[in-house]
């Protein structure tokens, strides 16, 4: 018999408890009075006990009545409760979302998006994981991650079907240690790094990310000897001003540059750096397509001037 019940009798009975006047309880239900105490009838009928004392006088809860109103409201709490977060599940505003990001968006773009969408998004646990581009990647390609922030995705690395959204562009620059002799330069050419020992990060961040930038000196007839490797701009500014090399990296690190080294804007270099919001092409899920509204609409407002002829674009690679 309990299967009878329905959540409306629920409704009508917390109103008339509430009430203790079927009159009162009926305008605040927008019903008629019969047909409201006909559904309170059924439902004691269905309880197989009284849940008001009435007379012509007064309506009081009997003492099952009175248990039966603590549960009852429960109920109607935890169905409302669960309604109202299907729907932010349904719209993207509940629920954990992986985040996989290149340590250097940080100095860049990346904190402003995460600010602006965790203030948006309150009820979205925000997983945070870093590591290098081909990782990044990695992880939207195995489902560990729903969205990724790379710095230049290589087209060869992606897996089929990556949409990657360019979100801001910057120019390289030169990173010099303080004692170098062209450490004092407005500018500096490439070429004049030639002969130069290099402290540059690892193959393994991503095919396009090493390449691109050594790309501004084979121009120039050369390819830097690489003598110390590292996986994060710290440890390569670090090593610089140390004195065990130069090294060429995204201006956004003259953030976190110390006073032992120099970044110096690089003469006639027409390759620029993309960060780049990555996420797998039809992506449906309205908290993954939330995120990534949320970041072009950073990217729209940055106030970092993009680079000329480097504006922001949407790819879809495939393999």
Not at 209 to 226: D, T, V, W
Not at 257 to 281: F, Y
Request: a positive charge.
């Amino acid at each position: 018999m309990d299967k009878d019940i329905e959540l409306r009798h629920l409704r009508y009975f917390v109103a008339v408890a509430e009430e203790l006047h079927f009159g009162r309880a009926a305008q605040r239900l927008h019903l008629a009075q019969p047909p409201l105490s006909q559904q309170i009838r059924k439902l004691e009928d269905i309880l197989g006990f009284p849940l008001f004392l009435r007379t012509s006088r007064s309506v009081r809860l009997t003492a099952a009545g009175s248990a039966f109103l603590e549960r009852a409201q429960r109920t109607l709490r935890n169905v409302q409760r669960d309604l109202d977060e299907t729907r932010a599940l349904g719209r993207g505003e509940l629920g954990s979302l992986h985040i996989g990001f290149v340590g250097s968006a940080m100095l860049s773009i990346l904190p402003a998006i995460l600010r602006t969408y965790s203030e948006s998004h309150p009820r979205v646990h925000l997983h945070l994981h870093e590591s290098f581009t081909s990782k990044v990647i990695e992880g939207l390609e195995n489902g560990t991650l729903d969205a990724g922030i790379l710095r230049d995705g290589d087209p060869t690395d992606t897996v089929d079907g990556l949409d990657v959204i360019t979100l801001s562009s910057e120019p390289f620059v030169a990173v010099l240690p303080a004692t170098h002799p062209r450490a004092r330069q407005k500018s500096i050419s490439p070429a004049s790094l030639r002969g130069d020992p290099f402290v540059y990060y690892p193959r393994t961040a991503g095919t396009r990310a090493y390449e691109k930038p050594l790309s501004i000196f084979e121009e120039h007839g050369f390819r830097p000897h690489i003598v110390q490797e590292a996986s994060h701009w710290l440890s390569i500014l670090r090593l610089v001003g140390a004195g065990l090399g130069v090294s060429i990296a995204p201006a956004c690190v003259r953030h976190i540059a110390s006073p032992e080294v120099a970044c110096i804007p690089i003469r006639g270099a027409k390759v620029t750096s993309n960060i780049e919001l990555a996420c797998l092409a039809g992506e449906s899920r309205p908290i993954v397509q939330r995120f990534a509204q949320t970041a072009t609409l950073k990217e729209q407002s940055h106030e970092t001037p993009r680079t000329p002829g480097a504006p922001s674009s949407r790819q879809h690679y495939r393999r």
